[in-house]
């Protein structure tokens, strides 16, 4: 099985900026979509950004021009960088691939004051 570690969450001000990092214990970006959710309290979770195996990115309106997918296949790791963060980011952030979920993380908290 595919196991995935979020990590890089925490407390920033509104304008702030944070860079998120998914580790997957063995090989599945090279072979896969992959996407980066997140969930805020009594909310369902959300996709918020895609990368393809060939590179191609697609963002939820609303983090379009802020956040920025990208992965290293040799490192089985992805990254979801944040910029211009809003109070209303504020989830837990996960990893997963976009279609046939794996095992859900712990994810990562990003909480985002105003």
């Known amino acids: 099985q595919v196991q995935f570690v979020e990590s890089g969450g925490g407390l920033v001000q509104a304008g702030g900026s944070l860079r998120l990092s998914c580790q997957a214990s063995?090989?599945?970006?090279?072979?896969?979509?992959m996407a980066w959710y997140r969930q805020a309290p009594g909310k369902q979770r959300e996709l918020v950004a895609v990368?393809?195996?060939?590179?191609?990115?697609n963002y939820v309106d609303a983090v379009k021009g802020r956040f920025t997918i990208s992965r290293n296949n040799a490192e089985n790791t992805m990254y979801l960088q944040m910029n211009s963060l809003k109070p209303e980011d504020t989830a837990v952030y996960y990893c997963?691939?976009?279609?046939?979920?794996?095992?859900w993380g712990q994810g990562t908290q990003v909480t985002v004051s105003s």
């Open positions: 063995r090989r599945i970006f090279s072979i896969n979509t």
């Open positions: 997963n691939t976009r279609f046939d979920l794996l095992s």
């Open positions: 990368i393809s195996t060939g590179g191609i990115t």
